[in-house]
């Protein structure tokens, strides 16, 4: 408990879908408890970047067909409107007998030191810092791929993205793009990056659709593994139609200059290499003050989301990992998962720092899976709940169901009324701008 005179500190460290949404509703629910003379705990926020994106997107973002500025959500804005603290910088450590964070000193691009290092206290905390890409050891990747895990990965290859275009058209030279990973960030990703080109030969680059290829490669039989063969099948077929180069059974061994080097010693050429195969927890969370992790790096948390080795210290979404009881595997690294456990812990974590009583088992809800093919399909699997569990459907309807996760999300962060007018400017937007990023 926090000392006397001082207000219950609950820190939550990632501005992911959990972390933002957590912050949000539970600083609404205490800033209107204060507001009524009654105390209440604070909330402080710790990211190291500056804005909130909702991660189901950023390929959107990595290709240019959705426009970044509009999604950016400035963590200081929300915070002054939902009633948190907001504290740049990366985690870096955390003392569990003082109940301290390490926070990493946030520097300018010139070397300055902006804030120092700090320590911030925490009564309860909060992990929730998502996941990145797992290269699982391959030679090259790191050196040579692309990665799109975070806001500033994706704008940076959009950007890579774009200049090679140009090149491609100014000089007349081959444009080869190359995804590793069939799950569905790839398959997102690959269809977006045919829609930048079909609308980009619409805008004038007419010598760009006989030089630019793009290529995905799953090392496993199928694409999309976790959703039912059916849409996995159908996928490959359209894809395939829309002028991507699918390929399955194509395990990558090294990643080079100018392509990769797969299992049977076949080489696949690529100037621009993109590696979405794979997810595993950041590197540190392995060694974050003896807290118990598993596979991958993820934190081992008890069913109520506490970490094993601490009931202070909770953990969410891709950097947590829990198996039900039961289940063959742990819970997916998704959003759908992520945006649950935050509203489990909205619902109990007043109840947990008023009472001390432990928040009750989460139980999760397998609301099915949908894939964007940008504007050309969308499939989509109901789950394994309800009267329709485990049918398919595919088009607008499918379409229509992606869109509405997001808006979701966004109702989430900015209530029902400024939800609706975000969603109205993004419509508007859409029909004013330009479709894809030109500056």
Known sequence: MPAKGKPYQLVIVGGGVAGIEIATSLGRKWRGARRRGQSAPEITLVDADFAHVWKPILHTIAAGTRDVAQQNLAFVLQARDAGFAYQPGALTGLDRAAKEIVVAPLMAPDGRTVIPERRIAYDTLVLAIGSEANDFGTPGVKDHCRFIDSRRQAIAFNHEVRTRMLQAVA????????????????VELAAELIQLLDISTGLGAKGLAGLMTVTLMEAGPRLLPAFPEDISAATERRLTSIGIKVMTNAKVAAATETGFTLADGSEVTAGLKVWAAGVKAPGLLASLDGLETGRNNQLRIEPNLATTRDPSIFAVGDCASLQPAGASHPLPPTAQVAHQQAHHLVTYLPYWIASGRPPPPFHNKDMGAIVSLS????????GRLGLFRGVTFRG???????EMLYRGHQQKIFGFWRGGIVWFL?????????????D
């Not at 607008?396 to 992606?402: D, E, M, N, P, T």
């Open 171 to 186: 000089f007349e030279q081959p444009l080869s793009i190359a995804i590793v990973g069939g799950g569905a960030t790839g």
């Open 375 to 382: 504007e050309y399909d969308a499939f989509a699997s109901l």
């Open 396 to 402: 607008r309807l499918a379409q229509f169901s992606h």
């Open 426 to 438: 993004d419509w508007l937007n859409a029909r004013v701008r330009a479709p894809v990023k030109l």
